[in-house]
């Protein structure tokens, strides 16, 4: 056969229509054996967490009649709240996921107090250490991102792009066949199977069973008492007074009929031990509700909440999900928080 | 919009339906206007009045100079050139030169302070000012007369799949085809969907997936080793490439789908023998457009050695800028400015060498002239004028390089690798354009190529990452 035709003799010459069907038959024949495999090795199809698919979850706090119920926070709410069983149980409200994994969430709060046209709740995962104003900027890169960079384009094209994600593993970069090759040749085999699984909405999950949960609490153990050493608690005096602008921050959003509640999520063991050594109780979080009149809750005054196993000392499992997320909004409702 | 997100996908399908729905002319060329615009809000909405002002300003001066006499003829270009280059010069420059005014104030003991202007620079602008320009300079030179319809013109500048990264076409190019009726043909869209799949292929798969990570990984090195700093020349100068003949093709490609032919923008520019031909392989339009409306205005060759001399300089001086407000972009420009310089004065010289083979000759001027221009990408692609100078001191240091050679990884062999298929694809395909090796290759290939290309595009997923050139 040669490479090329002089004359138009072969039976395809010039019927595009014939050869893109060829074309589009065999590539999506490949494209489905690559599917396959990846599913026969026991992976499994999530969204990849981005910063365009954090924008456009940031852009729908516009989006619905119902008022919008914004969750701020690090890993504790992203893999800890069932998006599910807000949607079904909590129907006056639109809820939004914009907690992320690691990063503490005030400049996320200071842009939505900004934000004249949002007027939501928010409920903010935090602890005392997060409200530490050397802690307030860890999200602001994701907001400069909403503003500065996420366009209609890549609002339509995120859109699409996370549908896909959820449906086919050959749509994560880490299943992309130059990522494999690279890892071919650099003798790393296949991607690890993760134990983290997103929604286009950003509703999350955690397995802790398949991973060494002794050594992920070892490992957030270690962090901290590492943090606590590097960056001290300052004084409950100084700490309060740097969070002034957080009380105006809230007094904005309810100015526009929204609110704002505090929630510091269970952590057990050592870490709670340390974190509390570093932060007491009734000197931060404490002074923090009580002196700027601010709508809060600690996880372990909530009755119920003990009863919950964390693997890791720091996390719930998705299996306790739905039942986790059913005892706070139960208890926010009767404090009347909510 | 970008062509590799997947919002263009859904975009073009519908231009494509309700682009070839409509009978009339004249609604066909009202929906390619109106989706030009919307494919330019797709990015920020906010600066398509911008776009609409700069071209109706230009159409309608441009009408108005072309009937008026020969002082206030010049005037009203003096008026386009400025009202162009300003709007420019604000957002593409501002910053850049009140920098510079404040080092040279303060080497002489003044301080002007600091002044910095929080500006975005709108899409495409310096494209769409070198569309607006050359137009109106032609109807000075009187080369042919304005067109009377505002729409015409408006879709002249902002035919989406030029308008935000070239070609940089010419009125005498489209104005047949924005007058004449067209439409979509079978071979048309055959061809122009291979294009856009190639010219996809060359970005999302070679740019973004094989050259970017490794030269963006390299050159955020503090401290480079030689055989990085080969390596990163190497990955920026495939980068490079395949991003914006990537997105030329891609143009090409839309544009044939829409029965609209545009100029070839790239002609395998890494097999050049010698820096004049690689500015007639490289960014073609842009070349041409230097050629007509810079250097010849300055007097081209016509003046003796030395003025073509600064001619030459001058021409590519202004072509870095054009690139971007930054020392490293001058320097560019300027490394091929002295290149061009020197290849006139060597053609002087190979009399003298008449004993050596002429093979050799070529391939050691065409391996000299890679060499060189992946030397200027450094300056091109470094951060700072630092860092490019850093780089250039690790690349002498061959020994090193060679050395180094076995301790790299995988990742970064694979892009070298790539880029020296590359090149022999440019080698071996010199003087043949994509267009015309998809019209004479068998079906069965043509099958084969598309599917490969279908398959590597769908596999090499990631963000919608934006074109190098969208930054000009």
């Not at chain 1, 199977?193 to 802790?208: G, I, V, W």
């Not at chain 2, 001058?314 to 320097?331: D, K, Q, R």
Request: aromatic content about 16%; charged content about 15%; some cysteine.
């Amino acid at each position: 056969m040669h490479l090329y035709t002089s004359n138009s003799s072969h039976w395809l010459n010039k019927n595009w229509l014939l050869i893109y069907i060829f074309s589009l038959f065999f590539s999506v024949l490949v494209l489905i054996g690559y599917e396959r495999y990846f599913r026969s090795m026991g992976y499994s199809a999530s969204v990849v967490d981005t910063k365009d698919l954090w924008a456009l979850q940031r852009s729908k706090v516009y989006q619905s009649k119902k008022k919008p119920l914004v969750f701020l926070g690090a890993s504790r709410t992203l893999f800890g709240i069932d998006m599910k069983w807000i949607k079904n149980n909590m129907q006056e409200y639109y809820p939004v996921m914009l907690a992320i994994n690691g990063h503490y969430p005030m400049m996320a709060l200071k842009d939505l107090a900004k934000d004249t046209s949002f007027n939501g709740v928010i409920i903010v995962d935090i602890d005392s250490r997060g409200l530490s104003e050397p802690n307030h900027f860890m999200q602001q890169y994701y907001v400069d991102h909403y503003h500065d960079v996420f366009t209609p384009n890549k609002y339509i094209h995120q859109t699409i792009l996370s549908h896909l994600q959820n449906k086919l593993i050959f749509t994560n970069p880490e299943f992309g066949i130059l990522s494999l090759i690279n890892r071919s040749l650099s003798d790393q085999g296949l991607p690890n199977k993760p134990n983290a699984n997103m929604q286009p909405n950003r509703n999350s999950k955690l397995d802790l069973l398949v991973v060494d949960s002794t050594a992920l609490a070892n490992n957030f153990y270690n962090i901290l008492s590492q943090d606590l050493i590097d960056n001290p608690a300052p004084t409950p005096e100084q700490w309060l007074s740097d969070l002034r602008p957080v009380k105006r921050w809230v007094e904005d959003i309810k100015a526009r009929g929204g609110d704002v509640i505090f929630y510091n999520p269970p952590v057990y063991g050592r870490q709670i031990t340390l974190s509390n050594k570093g932060y007491p109780r009734h000197l931060y979080w404490d002074a923090f509700i009580s002196k700027m009149d601010i709508k809060g809750v600690l996880s372990e005054d909530i009755p119920g909440m003990e009863k919950f196993v964390l693997p890791d000392e720091s996390h719930i499992d998705y299996r306790d999900k739905k039942r986790y997320t059913k005892l706070l909004f139960d208890n926010l409702k009767k404090e009347n928080l909510l | 919009m970008q062509f590799d997100s997947l919002t263009f996908v859904v975009f073009f399908a519908i231009v494509l339906l309700a682009y070839n729905y409509f009978s009339s002319w004249q609604h066909k060329k009202n929906i390619l206007l109106l989706s030009s615009y919307l494919f330019y809000s797709a990015w920020n909405p906010l600066f398509l009045p911008l776009l609409i002002f700069s071209s109706t300003i230009d159409w309608w001066l441009a009408k108005k100079m072309s009937k008026s006499e020969k002082g206030k003829r010049k005037l009203y270009l003096i008026s386009i050139v400025f009202i162009n280059l300003s709007i420019l010069f604000y957002f593409k420059y501002i910053n850049f030169f009140l920098d510079a005014l404040n080092d040279i104030l303060s080497g002489f003991g003044f301080v002007l302070g600091k002044y910095e202007f929080n500006i975005i620079l709108p899409l495409g602008i310096s494209f769409y000012t070198f569309h607006s320009l050359s137009y109106c300079i032609d109807i000075y030179r009187k080369k042919f007369e304005p067109t009377q319809n505002w729409r015409d013109y408006s879709l002249y500048v902002a035919f989406f799949p030029q308008l935000v990264a070239g070609p940089i076409v010419r009125w005498t190019q489209m104005r047949e085809q924005i007058e004449q009726p067209r439409r979509s043909s079978a071979e048309g869209l055959g061809v122009g969907l291979t294009l856009l799949l190639l010219g996809l292929f060359e970005k999302v798969v070679l740019a973004d997936g094989v050259f970017a990570p490794v030269a963006n990984q390299i050159f955020a090195e503090n401290n480079v080793s030689s055989v990085h700093a080969w390596i990163g020349t190497a990955a920026f100068t495939g980068q490079i490439f395949c991003d914006f003949a990537g997105y030329s093709t891609c143009a090409i490609g839309a544009a044939l789908c829409l029965g609209f032919r545009l100029p070839i923008n790239f002609r395998n520019p890494y097999s050049a023998v010698g820096f004049a031909d690689f500015w007639q392989r490289w960014h073609i339009s842009l070349s041409t457009w230097l050629r007509d409306y810079l250097y010849i205005p300055l007097g081209g060759n016509r003046k003796g050695t030395l003025f073509t001399y600064r001619n030459l300089l001058l021409t590519m001086l202004i072509g870095g800028l054009w690139h971007g407000a930054a020392w490293t972009f001058i320097i560019w420009g300027g490394l091929h400015g002295a290149y061009l310089i020197f290849e006139r004065f060597m053609k002087k010289t190979t009399k003298y060498l008449h004993f050596v083979p002429y093979l050799v000759i070529v391939v050691f001027s065409w391996f000299f002239t890679l060499l060189a221009i992946m030397y200027a990408w450094v300056w091109f692609r470094a951060e700072s004028v630092t860092q490019a100078a850093s780089f250039t001191l690790k690349l002498i240091d061959l020994n090193a390089a060679v050395s180094g050679f076995s301790m790299i990884s995988a990742q970064y062999k694979t892009s070298l690798y790539v880029f020296f298929i590359i090149v022999f694809i440019h080698l071996l395909f010199k003087n043949i354009s994509f267009e015309e090796l998809i019209k004479k290759l068998n079906p069965i290939f043509l099958i084969i190529l598309i599917s490969f290309l279908m398959v590597f595009i769908s596999l090499t997923p990631g963000g919608s990452n934006a074109f190098i050139y969208f930054q000009f």
